[in-house]
């Protein structure tokens, strides 16, 4: 027998193949509605009406970070775990359950999303993913959300199991790490996920139905944040797992500290959860205290990145020195830059330097205020959930996808032209979405061009910025044409005896390094509860003191198409003069003195 | 655990960075004093502004020498009221909240920025050195026509501003000989008292009165002007006080209808 994947575990190989094509076409829809919406916005190709943009934005949002993201990372975790525990799931029906009911929900919500775009059907869901009330979404919505994350969750106790079994045939032996950090990230998810499964179970599903009369909207709004923020660790943490147990392997070498992967797993877990008020920094109704303890956290939550930083490239170095690298920077010449699979992984750590920039002035809670809800947070999370996650998840599809199909990769040269452009493509689109939105350029708008005032830019203008907006998600598209392409062309390909073997890095510091303490994940799940209480109890017991707990009377917007006029003025008005962004945020600082 | 010289260099140094963040964040607000939006206001029932002090009445109120208050009722697809005028050199606390489903009040370019949430009002403190025009955008999605909702706040030059507020009410129809009386309220939300002339003007008659509206009240009066010298037809009038105006019509008939005063239907 071989070593591939498929011929390992052929069960496992399959559900996999079918997390990871729910999920590429979820990624295609998605990158349609991308596109439309980019040439829209910028006012390059306008033609549907502004009011089924947001039906496009509510589409984009939620098929690429619900459905491309979970679906792949179900995938991967189904590997790493039993790659790493060397056995299968403990009865594959189950694992088709999970997959069944995640399929179902999204399904369901897909389609109370897309009937927002005919009137034949009195069905929408254009809430964008964030589903604020009183903004209203057809019950088919909430609901398709709920089994979606029950497949989640239903999904962790399928790996669990797994890992149980596993135990009680080695009790001696530490975790392995990709197990590891598969447990580690389910639990966050378990505990973030409370947070939205309140919101729809008790407030806002009971209130589409209309079994009840009103919600508090800044409690629903709150109790999204509580899953809002550890959600994008959902996201990130798998592509953090592939950089840790993948990267270095690609590189040549090994993954440079085991223990230290552990920790940072463990600090994702405990610190995930309690840091949603800081998207609420401009809310009334919370203390200001309490935005603070949220703004300490996330600013403890970067370490564990930081680490990731320090050892992602400690692992490439020692990878590139196995190659015969050597100098300062030299060792730098001796990657591989030809693997797509390494080169992908590679540009997207790097995008997620730059992203940790624009994060770090998204948490602080005065500076916030330039930027919240502006072009720039849009620029900040292409370059994160976008492209650190979306990039190194395709990059690892060209390793993944051979795996468990049995085929070879259709073409290794397309895979590399595609993550290049994907680099590039991101890096006009997201920059000039950071410009933009120093200039106060409003995100999930239709039309940003005003009647009474233009924006002023201080170099260049936003005709120019909406150039490059419209130029990078081309570019991004032309990117997605050339996965789609290999991903169709691989499916086509016969079976392949010439792949590689199934296999992770090992670790220059092994587990045995670590210690003992680390895999107590009962101990660490009880101190991220802990945390979480800390942190949201008061928050959420002022809010529901303050505005009860179904709020004041509030009236449901069910989005209707016909409530909406559609005044098109398109005549967009290009600003003149500008500075660059450093200057940018000085000078908009001081027009206004927040006291 | 063994680990790397390196990489304690590298823990340590994150550590002492993600420190020096929250310090410099920290003094950044708190220690200079910037107040945030939080929840230093109470709650409203977003179904009945209309009857609230505040909000009943969206508007621009004078509460110190340079100090003002702005409340602001946002509601899809707008902004009340619109535009917002304030004086530079000034200090002004706005109050924002929504009426139906969350918007923004932003004002573009700047770190004015703030949710509006039915059910609660937010609170912040805005100086105004200088005299421009500022656009304020709604950043948060709040419906189909999200797009178009947009307000502008003028910061005028002190001799420009004022908190005046003119109405004016005159009769429809009159018989030649007897006089047009047009009421004239003139409200003044300042603290100082405005001394002023109001002037109405009808045909080529002109007749003025100086004012003197207390700060923070309003006063009443009517201002008269023979209907003979006008003559038979229809004569638009207008009130001014200072750049505000105010503006009517009249009908002189030869004779009015004995029932004329209970309503004649005639439109
Ligand atoms: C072809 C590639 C892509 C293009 C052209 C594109 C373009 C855009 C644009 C222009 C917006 C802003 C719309 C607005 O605020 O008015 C947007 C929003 C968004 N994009 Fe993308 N994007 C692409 C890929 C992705 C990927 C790969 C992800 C994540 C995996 C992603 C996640 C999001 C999210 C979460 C939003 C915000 C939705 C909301 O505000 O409700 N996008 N995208
Ligand atoms: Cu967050
Ligand atoms: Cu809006």
């Known amino acids: ?595 | 655990m063994n680990v790397h010289t390196y990489e304690k260099i590298w823990l340590v140094a994150a550590m002492v960075l993600i420190v020096a963040f929250i310090a410099t964040i920290t003094y950044g607000s708190v220690g200079l004093g910037i107040a945030m939006v939080g929840d230093q206001q109470p709650t409203i029932e977003p179904t009945e502004l209309g009857d609230d002090e505040r909000f009943g009445e969206p508007r621009v109120e004078q509460v110190g020498e340079n100090e003002y208050e702005a409340y602001v009722v946002a509601q899809t697809f707008s902004y009340q009221p619109d535009p917002i005028e304030v004086p530079e050199d000034s200090q002004v606390t706005f109050y924002v909240t929504a009426r139906d489903v969350i918007h923004s009040f932003s004002i573009a370019g700047t770190n004015v920025n703030t949710m509006a949430i039915p059910g609660e009002i937010a609170e912040m403190t805005v100086e105004f050195d200088e005299a421009g025009e500022y656009g304020i955008v709604c950043n948060e999605y709040c419906g189909p026509d999200h797009h178009n909702m947009e307000g502008k706040l003028h910061v005028v030059s002190a001799d420009e501003f004022d908190l005046t507020d003119l109405s004016a009410d005159g009769p429809d129809e009159v018989a030649v000989g007897d006089s047009v009386d047009v009421d004239v309220v003139v409200e003044n939300r300042q603290l100082e008292d405005l001394e002023t002339t109001v002037t109405l003007e009808i045909g080529d008659e002109t007749v003025s009165e100086e004012v003197t509206v207390p700060g923070g009240d309003a006063v009443e009066t009517t201002l008269s002007v023979d209907s003979s010298a006008l003559g038979e037809g229809d004569h638009d009038w207008t009130v001014t006080v200072d750049d505000h105006d105010s503006s009517g019509s009249v009908t002189v008939l030869e004779e009015l209808d004995d029932d004329a005063d209970g309503g004649e239907d005639d439109e």
């Open chain 1, 1 to 595: 027998m071989s070593n591939v994947y498929i011929d390992q575990f052929p069960a496992e190989a399959k559900v996999i193949r079918a997390a990871f094509y729910s999920s590429f076409l979820a990624l295609a829809l998605g990158g349609v509605f991308g596109i439309i919406q980019t040439l829209h916005r910028t006012d390059f190709l306008r033609f549907m009406d502004s009011v089924d943009y947001y039906t496009v934005l509510t589409a984009h949002g939620v098929f690429l970070v619900i459905s491309f993201t979970i679906f792949f990372l179900v995938g991967i975790f189904t590997w790493a775990v039993t790659t790493s525990l060397d056995r299968g799931l403990e009865d594959i029906r189950f694992t088709w359950g999970w997959y069944s009911l995640m399929a179902i929900g999204i399904t369901m919500t897909g389609v109370a999303i897309l009937a927002g775009f005919t009137d034949a059907i009195d069905m929408s869901a254009s809430v964008l993913f964030t589903f604020y009330a009183p903004l209203q979404a057809h019950p088919l919505f909430y609901l398709g959300l709920v089994l979606f994350v029950v497949g989640t969750w239903v999904a962790g106790v399928d790996w669990f199991r797994s890992w149980w079994a596993w135990k009680a045939e080695n009790p001696d032996e530490r975790i392995p790490l990709p197990t590891f950090m598969v447990l580690t990230t389910m639990l966050m998810w378990y505990i973030a996920t409370l947070g939205v499964a309140a919101a729809i179970l008790l407030f806002l599903l009971p209130w589409s139905l209309g079994l009840i009369e009103t919600v508090n909207p800044l409690l629903t709004r709150t109790l999204f944040w509580f899953f809002g923020h550890p959600v994008v660790y959902f996201w990130l943490m798998p592509a953090y797992m592939m950089w840790y147990v993948m990267l270095p392997k690609f590189s040549g070498g090994k993954l440079f500290s085991d223990p230290l992967a552990r920790v940072v797993f463990v600090l994702f877990l405990i610190l995930s959860v309690p840091t949603g008020i800081h998207h609420q920094y401009l809310d009334p109704g919370i203390a200001e205290g309490f935005k603070f303890i949220a703004m300490t956290n996330t600013m403890f939550l970067l370490l564990p990145s930081l680490l990731t930083a320090f050892t992602v490239v400690a692992s490439m170095e020692h990878g590139a020195r196995q190659r015969g690298g050597e100098g300062y920077f030299g060792w730098l010449k001796a990657l591989p830059w030809r693997d797509p699979v390494f080169t992908g992984m590679a540009l997207a750590g790097l995008m997620f330097a730059a992203a940790g920039f624009s994060g770090m002035i998204n948490a602080g809670m005065n500076i916030n205020y330039l930027v919240h809800n502006t072009f720039w947070v849009v620029g900040h999370f292409h370059l994160t959930v976008g492209t650190a996650v979306a990039l190194t998840f395709m990059a690892v599809t060209y390793w993944f996808l051979p795996q468990v199909t049995g085929k070879a990769l259709w073409s290794r040269s397309v895979a590399l032209g595609q993550v290049v452009v994907w680099f590039v493509g991101m890096t006009f689109m997201s920059n000039a979405m950071h410009r933009a939105g120093l200039l106060g350029v409003p995100r999930r708008t239709a039309e940003p061009q005003y009647e009474g005032f233009e924006f002023q830019a201080a170099v260049g203008s936003i005709g120019e910025l909406d150039a490059q907006i419209a130029l990078g998600g081309v570019l991004l598209t032309i990117s997605l044409g050339m996965f789609f392409a290999n991903v169709v062309g691989t499916a086509l390909n016969g079976r392949s005896d010439d792949l590689p073997a199934n296999e992770y890095a090992g670790a220059l510091s092994g587990p045995d390094d670590a210690p003992l303490v680390l895999d107590n994940l009962k101990l660490w799940t009880a101190i991220a509860v802990v945390l979480v209480i800390f942190a949201y109890t008061f928050p959420l017991l002022s809010i529901i003191d303050r505005g009860g707990l179904f709020g004041p009377e509030v009236i449901p917007f069910p989005l209707t198409v016909e409530s909406a006029t559609t005044l098109g003025f398109a005549l967009e008005t290009a600003a003149s003069t500008s500075f660059e962004s450093a200057g940018e945020i000085a000078t908009s600082a001081l027009t206004a003195v927040m006291r």
